[in-house]
Each structure stands twice: as structure tokens, then as C-alpha cells.
């Protein structure tokens, strides 16, 4: 018997037009979250935007409750107070929970506030501290930027950081994942937390054509082989790397 989810009508039916998300197409299929994602995808049925997604389904009154008291339980200081919040602001919260706004942007902090934020910064950092109520002087901040930074090592942190979170890489992730059947090659897991991992070291071909800058990443064929990627999940990846970093430990011996 086919399942319903793999059924490109049925599951284009519920996603479209009775606008259910993607979770709550999984609760009727009684399976995974994960599952219904591969399967939209593998019956090339395209996702709504943000905007699309959130269509009425914003400042419910339940949510806002429930919202404002997550949020009272991670702040000690308020917690139980049933007037912390304003209308305006609990909105805010809203917002920034479901990915608009970030919920305190433009409202400047209370003096109460900020005389409780002085107060952490004195019992972590310590007001002892030879640099407590100084600032740095610019000679000294030009100083540890760059490289003239004590801890510089050639701009590859920034380079790799730049490389990862492009367009291109994540294009390259995906093609792994959608080829492997979003399966974890080594112990078989299907969804969850999947990683892609590169077979030949992703520094070992930075190095080989020494790649400096982002443009010439985006232009090395051999960074964005589909052949030289696996799909693991996140425990197999991290034991893989232990096991790496093992072997060539015991070789330098």
C-alpha cells in the first residue's frame, strides 16, 4: 500500500491548499518531520516563503502567553511578575519568535536594567579587574585586529567561515544529502542531523591550490565534487574525525 505522503497530489493538496506545515502533515502520516521534508523534494513540491508560512498563524492569544512566560523563565529577576511586559512589546516577542524582528530592537534599555546588567558584569568580570571602567586605546585595538593579531594565522578561519555559509556550499550540501537519500552512509540513519562530509580534506585542497580568497573557492571544481562528499549524520561524522585525527597521530610516530 502506497503512503499517503508519497502521493505528489495528496501531499501538495495539504501543504498548498489547507496550508498545514510540514510537522502537522507528519502527525496525519504518523511519521517524521524529516520524511515528509525528503519527500516534497523528491516530488519537487516547492515550500512556501517565511511570510507564506506565517500567515495567520501570529499573536494568538495562547501563544502570547505562552511566550511571554518562556520568556519570564529565562530572566530570575522578573520572574512571577505579571506586569514585565507591555502590549507593544510581548508582540515584539511575537515576532521574534517566529523570525521577524529581533523582539527588543529599538527599545533602549531601563535604568533598572542596566544597573542589573552592571551587577552580572561586576561578578563575572570583577571590578578588581586592571582593565575594569578602561577602554582600550585605538593604537591598541589596531594592534589585536588582523594581522597584527597575536593569534593570526593567515586568514583561513575567515576564509573557510566564508566558504561554508555561501550559496554555493550549501548547494554543494544539499546535492550530497538529495543523492544519498538523506541516509547516513555509514550506521543508515535516515533524516535527523545530517552533515555533509568531504572524503578528501576540505583544507588539504585549500592548500593544494592555494586558495586565498572566495572567489577563487567558488571557482575550484575540485571544492564542489559531489564525488568527493558523503552524507553522514553527526555522531558518525564525529567519530569519523576522531578516528582521522587518531591515525595521524600514530603516523607521526
Known amino acids: 500500500m502506497i503512503k499517503k505522503y508519497k502521493d505528489k497530489e495528496w501531499l501538495e493538496n495539504k501543504y498548498w491548499e489547507e496550508e498545514l506545515s510540514k ?18 523534494i523528491k516530488l519537487n513540491i516547492p515550500r512556501r516563503s517565511q511570510s507564506e508560512a506565517l500567515k495567520g498563524r501570529i499573536f494568538s492569544e495562547e501563544h502570547i502567553n505562552n511566550l ?9 529577576w522578573n520572574k512571577g511578575r505579571k506586569d ?13 519568535h517566529m523570525g ?3 523582539w527588543n ?20 568580570i570583577g571590578i578588581n579587574s586592571p582593565m575594569w571602567g578602561k577602554h ?13 593579531s597575536w593569534n593570526w594565522k593567515g586568514g583561513i578561519t575567515s576564509l573557510r567561515h566564508s566558504i561554508r ?6 548547494q554543494w550540501r544539499d546535492d550530497i544529502f538529495t543523492r544519498d537519500n538523506f541516509t547516513c552512509q555509514y550506521c543508515g540513519q535516515v533524516g535527523g542531523n545530517l552533515e555533509a562530509h568531504h572524503i578528501k580534506s576540505f583544507d588539504s585542497i585549500l592548500q593544494k591550490y592555494e586558495i ?19 552524507t553522514l549524520c553527526k555522531k558518525c561524522h564525529k567519530k569519523l574525525h576522531k578516528r582521522m585525527i587518531r591515525t595521524k597521530c600514530q603516523s607521526k610516530l
Request: with cysteine; proline share 2%.
Open 100 to 102: 521577524q524582528i529581533a
Open 212 to 230: 586565498t580568497t572566495l572567489e577563487e573557492a567558488l571557482d575550484c571544481e575540485e571544492l564542489w565534487n559531489i564525488n568527493n562528499g558523503i
Open 68 to 76: 511571554s512566560e518562556s520568556h519570564k523563565g529565562h530572566m530570575p
Open 23 to 40: 510537522t502537522e502533515i507528519a502527525k496525519l502520516c504518523n511519521t517524521g518531520y524529516s520524511t515528509i521534508h525528503y519527500w516534497m
Open 136 to 148: 582600550h586605546s585605538e593604537e591598541t585595538k589596531e594592534k589585536m585586529r588582523g594581522k597584527n
Open 105 to 124: 530592537k529599538g527599545i533602549p534599555h531601563s535604568q533598572m536594567t542596566k544597573d542589573k546588567i552592571s551587577e552580572v558584569a561586576k561578578k563575572r
Open 165 to 170: 555559509t555561501s550559496f554555493k556550499y550549501r
Open 84 to 96: 514585565c511586559y507591555s502590549e507593544e512589546i510581548i508582540e515584539r516577542m511575537v515576532k521574534s
